[in-house]
């Protein structure tokens, strides 16, 4: 699996959800809001004697703080689990098919939504969220 | 010194079960026969001792792992298709060389488990019971070298054949290629390991044309103790993959 290639296509399907400003594959030292990015990732390795990894990445969404109440009503709607605003399904695809991230991984699921409170950036505060988005997928040989 | 299972190769049939697979479990068993008498009572204890004697062996296999789907070598089309059937069945617990260990049996495969919870990766459960001893051997094939052409592959040492014994064959087919390509896999044992004539051929199994396995076995005495496997290929553009283990029982 290409983790940078992951990033990549995660960030790539987020950019077109209504709203969303910056899409980013890393972490970013500035942001600007509503700005999504994917961060940190662990692995479990060898979950099948084949190499089959089971990855969570760790995908963050920032909002201004400049209007405490329209900030995070703003990022509330991003939270929804279906709909164009939702990040979930924009991220999951058509239900039932398998997200392959165009054959970067066997599947995804983003199974949980955590972390909800204010993130610096910098000098500055935002409020966010994380999405825990669950790959699975293995080396291309196996 | 203990090992940590890494890379437990799996063959059921024509299916390569190494990628989908997490877990396998081999038992064998010996039924314990009471064969107790007057004469097991021990005068200086004043005790019984039981007495007891092997009856019938089995062995239960079981496996476990990701569900995939789509094709004969994907682990549901081919767990599927075997269920309530007997079939070729071999485990290789380290690596996949000439000569690493195997265990190979010919097995029914009487229990298929599948799918699992929301947002579960999709599991699969199979379990199998042997139908011919379980035998403990070797790799005699590697999976990951294709071949194209008549050929034989190389020598590997093992046990001769006592009388009242049997060469036990597994033959897993996991790809084939080529138009009208037909594959036919052969044992032959030597007595030097220098096959330069003088080698028998012991097993030959039937021709395959399709991913498959097969299970063979040959009666002793062999007195040689070197094996290697042949095969021949025939077709336009042939090209096959497949395991053999081989073990005496």
């Known amino acids: 699996m290409d983790f940078e290639l992951i990033s990549q296509r995660i960030a790539d399907l987020v950019a077109p959800v209504p709203g969303i400003v910056r899409s980013d594959p890393f972490v970013p030292d500035a942001a600007t809001p509503p700005h999504f990015y994917v961060g940190e990732i662990s692995i479990d390795y060898d979950q099948t004697y084949g190499g089959l990894m089971e990855v969570q990445v760790v995908c963050r ?20 689990r279906a709909g164009e605003y939702s990040i979930k399904a924009a991220l999951e695809g058509d239900p039932g098919t398998p997200q392959t991230l165009d054959g970067a991984c066997h599947d995804l699921h983003v199974r949980r939504l955590q972390g909800h409170r204010l993130y610096r ?21 196996e | 010194m203990a090992e940590l299972l890494k890379n437990v190769k799996l063959y059921s049939g ?18 314990e026969k009471d064969v107790t008498t007057w004469g097991d009572y021990d005068p200086a204890t004043d005790r019984v001792w039981k007495a007891v004697q092997a009856g019938t062996a089995s062995a239960k296999l079981t496996g476990g792992g990701f569900w995939e789907a789509g094709d004969p070598s994907k682990v549901d089309d081919a767990l599927w298709g075997q269920l309530g059937g007997v079939g070729a069945w071999s485990a290789v617990p380290r690596g996949a060389a000439v000569g690493d260990l195997a265990w190979l ?13 929301v947002g579960d990766v999709a599991p699969w459960q199979a379990s199998w019971s042997s139908r011919w001893p379980l035998v403990r051997g070797v790799l005699a094939h590697p999976p990951g070298t294709a071949r194209t052409g008549t050929g034989a592959g190389n020598a590997v040492e093992h046990v001769a054949v006592p009388a009242g014994s049997h060469l036990y064959a597994t033959l897993h087919v996991l790809s ?51 094996y290697r496997v042949t095969w021949t290929i025939s077709g336009t553009d042939p090209s096959f993959l497949f395991v053999v283990a081989l073990g005496v029982a």
Not at chain 1, 64 to 78: E, I, M, T
Not at chain 1, 121 to 141: H, K, N, S, T
């Open chain 2, 176 to 226: 084939v290629a080529g138009e009208e390509a037909a594959i036919t896999v052969a044992i032959e044992s030597d007595a030097t390991g220098d096959f330069g004539g003088s080698e028998s051929t012991r097993i030959e199994f039937d021709e395959a044309t399709a991913i498959g396995g097969q299970a063979a076995r040959a009666a002793g005495p062999i007195t040689d103790t070197f």
């Open chain 1, 121 to 141: 950036v910098g000098e500055d505060m935002y409020f966010g969220a994380e999405w825990l988005v669950r790959v699975i997928g293995a080396d291309e040989e």
């Open chain 2, 14 to 31: 024509g299916c390569d079960l190494t990628g989908a697979g997490n877990k396998i479990d081999v038992t064998a068993e010996v039924e």
């Open chain 2, 105 to 117: 049996t010919q097995a029914l495969q009487g229990q298929y488990q599948l799918l699992g919870g």
């Open chain 1, 61 to 80: 969404l920032l909002t201004s703080r400049a209007d405490d109440r329209a900030g995070q009503a703003a990022l509330k709607r991003y939270m929804t």
